[in-house]
């Protein structure tokens, strides 16, 4: 049965829509007061540590909390709360969820596997309200990257009493704004409460995935939207960043990622290749600099991912970091972690906002970390690299009709936090059956250093599609100037075929393959998923660990190897780094400062998104949703588990 929520009390389930009890208003009064104090101050974090008010905790997306309650000292007494089951998986398989809580004034709002918002009594998971966007029957357009979502966006008018909204957008191309009391549509906003995203295009993509699967950001009363779309071959979606009037849905500005002639970029695509070019969109959200006004954006690669003929260049601004005036919609500047993209290396998360100090001296900056290992730190209104970033030498192409750029961006600090080739030298080493399989198939393949393009032959590319880093990004803990990103070893390797003469497209891929042994595991040699804490002052890698298990090798003598993994960190005040992520479907607790896993707890399906913490009722908590399933193919559960100490201090 749908929304059951398992707790102490084992309380049933209230109406889908119902006030707050009262006495969780007066509990919560504190929390409100606390709110309006942040309206008034612009937004400051420090007014908001009792909650997690976007995905990325803060605005500016540092997944940083200062709540302490929980610490190195009593972290091993973490025990389950309460569990909420959103009621998807009653014929025993679920789909995935991704996303993020939001925690505001002791009420909870995330989105389930089928796109529903929920909201739930964060004390108690006893769930307030839900909305299904498909309650009407499907809206007819595609569903872009498989229907995913990573979570919601709120937004007040800051007035007591006033409104309060839960911004949601759908991979099928709408946008809802919701009641955040009630789960009501605004009339006021779109038509009845919805956006159609595909209005204002002045392009026919009705055909085409189109439509956002990270959460929007806000800025003032501006909800800025970014889409998940088609990647080629054949024709794509734009992957613009547009932004909306919160109150009404009425566009209010758009950039154009594949800037038009005329505009700055233009001239990085060769001839008039950027007609109708498709994706360089920023899928993985935004980051916000609310006192600023500006909005930052990682950027995906352009369509086609693995073949370039068509779109010869440099390619601006696929694969940058981006800022964007909020207010306006003007490129500020712009940095490109990688010149044209044949490999699938699209940024795939927003930069975090930090400050760090260099010299002795404080910077506000902006983190990127990319599917490619590195981390570029980037002086927040200019753009500029803190770290030299030099142009290396990669490989040409051998493919008829592909110009490889001559050199890619590396930075010079900090180092790579993953493996950046494959070749005889580190391919698996956990049996000899396993490595001698790995070797033969190696000999068959175009292979050796980062950025070596794809071959008609089959080409080794490492690090793979799902990096290094992915969607899951990064935390930063101010306190330290730490960094903590996971990040996979999986290779992977791609494959072009010519197609017929009057073909859309010259070259098509076989698929999206993973290089993997006789048994299954990646021809790598481990680790295959690791957790880093990379100082961003020295630019120095303060430590890593291996992040997973597969308990079939441990029981067979071989040390901990990691797994692919994808969900991301948080990091608090009380010492610790929590992340799940992992094929062992294991929820943990690292220390911030060394590194050691201090606690640790089986999911009931694998925890593929990033936690959040809040406080409630003056407990502290950790929450993230247990979904299973997705790329790693797991066991799936519809569940949203929440953990605090039994007798908090």
Known sequence: MGGRSTSASSEPNTPRTRAMPYRSMVAYLPFVITF????????????????????????????????????????????LAWEYKTGEAAD??????????????????????????????????????????MAGGPSGFPLASGGVNRGVAYWTDGQEGGQRRILHGTSDGRLFSLDAKTGQLDQAFGIGGVKDLREDLKRDVSRMPYGPTSAPAILDDIVIVGFSCGEGPGPAAPGDVRAFDVRTGKQRWRFATVPRPGEVGNQTWEGDSWRNRGAANAWGGYSVDSERGIVFAGLGSAAFDFYGGDRKGQNLFANCTIAIDGRTGKRLWHFQTLHHDLWDHDLPT?????????????????????????????DRESGKPLFDVEEKPVPAS????????????????????????????????????????????????????????????????????????????????????LLYVNSNNQPNIVTLVEQPEGASTRYKITGYHKFLDQEGYPAIEPPWGQLHAINLNS??????????????????????????NF????VTAGGLVFIGGTKDEMFHAFDKTTG?????????????ATPATYTAGGRQYVVIAASGGGKLGTPTADSIMAYALPNPN
């Open 36 to 79: 309006l104090v942040a309206i008034a101050c612009g937004d400051c974090r420090d007014a908001y540590a009792e909650d997690w008010i976007c995905v990325g905790g803060d605005r500016g997306c540092m997944r940083y909390s200062p709540l302490a309650q929980i610490h190195r000292e009593n972290v091993s007494q973490l025990a």
């Open 539 to 564: 630019g120095e890698i303060q430590w890593q660990v291996t992040l997973g298990e597969y308990p079939e090798l441990t029981a067979r003598g071989i040390p901990q190897t990691g797994t692919e």
């Open 92 to 133: 025993g398989k679920a789909k995935i969820m991704e996303c993020t809580p939001l925690i505001i004034d002791g009420v909870m709002y995330f989105t389930s596997g089928r796109l529903k918002v929920i909201a739930l009594d964060a004390a108690s998971g006893e769930e307030i309200w839900r909305f299904d966007p």
């Open 596 to 608: 050691k896993l201090l606690w640790k707890t089986k999911l009931p399906a694998g925890g593929y």
């Open 567 to 570: 969900g991301g960190t948080i």
């Open 398 to 481: 051998d493919v008829d009709g592909e110009q490889a750029w001559p050199t890619q961006p590396i930075p010079v600090r900090p180092p790579p936090f993953c493996a950046q080739s494959l070749t005889a030298a580190n391919v698996t080493n956990i049996a000899p059956a396993n490595r001698r399989f790995v070797l033969e198939q190696l000999k068959k393949l175009d292979s050796g250093p980062a950025f070596n393009p794809p071959s008609l032959q089959g080409t080794v590319v490492m690090p793979g599609f799902h990096g290094g880093a992915t969607w899951s990004g990064a935390s930063f803990d101010p306190e330290t100037g």
């Open 350 to 378: 927003y930069p975090n906002l930090v400050t760090v100090e260099h010299d002795g001296q404080k910077f506000d900056a902006v983190a990127q970390v990319t599917k490619t290992g590195f981390v570029y730190l980037l």
